[in-house]
């Protein structure tokens, strides 16, 4: 398949756009209508930043997370903090102290960037699901990686351990590097690009395989025998994702945006609908949300809406 010919013929089709977000540091109150105004303009693949950060890392904690190893594993690119568990995985600490201040600063991050989305972003908080935080310790300028773990290729973000059947994938960035501006390219939203993908791959077209896949899983749960899948819509966002990445003349030719993050800054994104692409940067920290498509503020512009739309049926279980 080529996603070039994917691309819409308008450079312009469904770009982001930056709305600027300045709250003062620490509690603030937003309006209810500001935070659903916020909420539409992330649903529609723009991104929200706050050139200073309202999350401040102190000094020592910088110092800490600077001076951390990783894992040498080719499976682990971040420190990766599961507030569920509290514990954190993809470190190689030399030490229990060294791994207990990490997980320390991790799980601090984390409660504070959910505290200010809960007001920042209100709808979304009465029903998210907090999923991992992690801190991303390596230069991602030309940083060795499995083609399909490269963060430095446009795509769509999508979980292959991780299902979300359907709940949106919202993440908060914030660049710790005291220098250096964390570099991105972002292009065309999966509004625009989703629908040319579904075609391309025959999703309109492929309802007799699913049926007869769901009715084996069904049969397979009956007899009790254990069924490892993920649903149709993660399978979707998975292949579109792969694709995307082994696809060199689409990431050569698609219309591109070019965003520098500059030292202290934190920015919002849905990145399950911006096609984007991480090109240098070092040092920075990240929570992320999982969405449910009830408190979405137009659910109809998710990925989600858009594949089943196209395909005529669920694509979740």
């Given at each position: 398949?080529?996603?070039?010919s994917?691309?819409?013929?308008?450079?312009?089709?469904?770009?982001s756009?930056?709305?600027?977000?300045?709250?003062?540091?620490?509690?603030?109150a937003?309006?209810?209508?500001?935070?659903?105004?916020?909420?539409?303009?992330?649903?529609?693949?723009?991104?929200?930043?706050?050139?200073?950060?309202?999350?401040?890392?102190?000094?020592?904690?910088?110092?800490?997370?600077?001076?951390?190893?990783?894992?040498?594993?080719?499976?682990?690119?971040?420190?990766?903090?599961?507030?569920?568990?509290?514990?954190?995985?993809?470190?190689?600490?030399?030490?229990?102290?060294?791994?207990?201040?990490?997980?320390?600063?991790?799980?601090?991050?984390?409660?504070?960037?959910?505290?200010?989305?809960?007001?920042?972003?209100?709808?979304?908080?009465?029903?998210?699901?907090?999923?991992?935080?992690?801190?991303?310790?390596?230069?991602?300028?030309?940083?060795?990686?499995?083609?399909?773990?490269?963060?430095?290729?446009?795509?769509?973000?999508?979980?292959?351990?991780?299902?979300?059947?359907?709940?949106?994938?919202?993440?908060?960035?914030?660049?710790i590097n005291?220098?250096?501006?964390?570099?991105?390219?972002?292009?065309?939203?999966?509004?625009?690009?989703?629908?040319?993908?579904?075609?391309?791959?025959?999703?309109?077209?492929?309802?007799?395989?699913?049926?007869?896949?769901?009715?084996?899983?069904?049969?397979?749960?009956?007899?009790?025998?254990?069924?490892?899948?993920?649903?149709?819509?993660?399978?979707?966002?998975?292949?579109?994702?792969?694709?995307?990445?082994?696809?060199?003349?689409?990431?050569?030719?698609?219309?591109?945006?070019?965003?520098?993050?500059?030292?202290?800054?934190?920015?919002?994104?849905?990145?399950?609908c911006?096609?984007?692409?991480?090109?240098s940067?070092?040092?920075?920290?990240?929570?992320?949300?999982?969405?449910?498509?009830?408190?979405?503020?137009?659910?109809?512009?998710?990925?989600?809406?858009?594949?089943?739309?196209?395909?005529?049926?669920?694509?979740?279980?």
């Open positions: 398949m080529n996603l070039a994917a691309v819409s013929s308008s450079p312009a089709a469904g770009l756009r930056i709305v600027i977000v300045d709250p003062p540091v620490g509690p603030s937003t309006t209810a209508g500001r935070s659903r105004e916020l909420c539409t303009e992330l649903e529609a693949g723009n991104i929200v930043l706050m050139p200073s950060s309202p999350i401040l890392i102190p000094g020592e904690d910088r110092d800490l997370l600077f001076g951390r190893r990783q894992a040498r594993s080719p499976y682990h690119k971040n420190i990766a903090y599961r507030p569920t568990e509290d514990r954190i995985t993809g470190a190689s600490g030399s030490s229990e102290a060294e791994s207990e201040q990490a997980r320390r600063i991790l799980r601090d991050y984390s409660r504070r960037v959910t505290e200010f989305l809960s007001n920042l972003l209100s709808p979304y908080a009465t029903k998210w699901k907090l999923d991992y935080a992690s801190y991303r310790p390596i230069e991602e300028k030309a940083r060795p990686a499995r083609l399909h773990a490269r963060n430095d290729l446009l795509h769509f973000d999508s979980f292959p351990t991780r299902p979300t059947n359907g709940a949106r994938i919202l993440r908060f960035f914030t660049n005291p220098v250096e501006s964390r570099v991105w390219v972002t292009s065309q939203t999966f509004e625009a690009f989703g629908p040319r993908f579904a075609q391309t791959t025959g999703l309109a077209n492929s309802s007799g395989r699913e049926a007869l896949t769901r009715r084996m899983r069904s049969f397979a749960r009956i007899l009790g025998i254990p069924v490892l899948s993920r649903p149709p819509y993660d399978e979707l966002m998975h292949r579109c994702h792969n694709l995307m990445k082994e696809d060199t003349d689409f990431q050569e030719t698609a219309p591109k945006q070019r965003w520098e993050f500059a030292p202290n800054s934190s920015w919002i994104v849905f990145t399950d911006v096609s984007h692409a991480v090109l940067g070092q040092y920075a920290l990240e929570q992320t949300f999982l969405i449910p498509q009830d408190v979405l503020a137009e659910a109809k512009r998710s990925p989600l809406a858009i594949l089943e739309k196209i395909a005529g049926r669920r694509l979740t279980i």
